[in-house]
């Protein structure tokens, strides 16, 4: 069994450490956060520390931490032999030995529960050893797990930003435009869900709908002259030209 | 027993047919296209025509056509007593007596099965009669039956294009870019799927993730480097741009 030390306590720590202690290969020892009231959560679940001095050993130092501290906080684990991972989509291998990269593509929020079988973990580590217990440690909670050097794994971090913040932002636009005439946002469920799942039975680019691909520039021009906000008109002059582009 | 006749034989067409067949309370009685090639998939499940003249006599024409047709369409029909619908995002009711309009809110590929019970069908008439009879022949399809005037319907239709047509191209964008990298698109679907379905369990101004809504400039910076297609790069300034202000 693997022991673990999860650093951080935001939405991929909480997650993370829910799969490992649901996992019989792992076993989360103890929660690290500078902050003691951000280790409240988990003071009845695990050993908590808020000083890296009373860092545990562990066979993985798991940093679900801020792109910005990652590097600092590594520097001052003495690990050995332990395999020390981040948990970030951007953020290269660090130069430390024994450094590794363990990031699930997913979007995490604390109160969402998740299938963690269905998450795809990108591994990265400096030797086939550590790369040989990454992937044992990953695939006991997750049956999707790859091997991905930092240039593709920064390809995939930036495309989830388009198909998961952005249009999670989209979303949001469209609850705007409900609100705004007092229509309840809910109605455009069952469209979004059948938008997310048509991706899993075709390629987007042959199921692409609407008044742009069909050059409707009567229905265009309406919904232009119906949008108030001077930014959502903007994102819709922009994508529609996208989409009548890409596909010309 | 409520006899139809559709009118057109696109993806509307064709999934409205499947939904009627499957409905005790209603009977396709006739398929009309002005081509009778598009005829050929309907030949062998219900009477076709490719003439207004050849049309039954029926109690609903559902006009299942393109928003520039159906006004002339509709008004080559000599219906009387039988509802005139149209099943358009956009178009308000005809002026004809009879009219009405008859919108799923839902996006339609031909060869993508859905389950009709959850598709939001939005009603509109011109009479108590008439709206009574939609409201009987849509909830014998569907669980999700409203009556919306067309400013209501036209507002919903704006904001579906956000929510699903611009959403699909995010996708596609997000295919590319993995397409460019040689990485595979499928590893996206698990959180193309989480983020539809966060939307179900809490607002999305309430649950936006990524660089933008951290305001972290130097993964922003990155990306922008990352991306070469002048036009993704535009759309991931605009998106991020829009992100900030909008939560700021």
Known sequence: MFSIVILGTGNVATHMFKAFQNSKATRVIQVYNHRPESLKAFENLVDTTSSISGLKAADLYLLCLKDDVIEKISEQIQSFEAIVAHTSGSQTVLSKPNSAVFYPLQTFSKNSPLDYSKIPICLEANSEENISILKTIASSISNQVFEIDSTQRQTLHLAAVFVCNFTNHLYKIGEDICQKDQMPFD??????????EKVNRESPSQIQTGPAIRKDS????????????????????LLTQSIIESHD
Chains 1, 2 share one sequence.
């Open 187 to 196: 109605i455009l469920k069952a469209l979004i869900q059948e938008t997310s």
């Open 218 to 237: 009567s229905t265009i021009k309406r919904h232009l002259k119906q949008l108030k906000d001077k930014r959502h008109k903007d994102i819709y002059q």
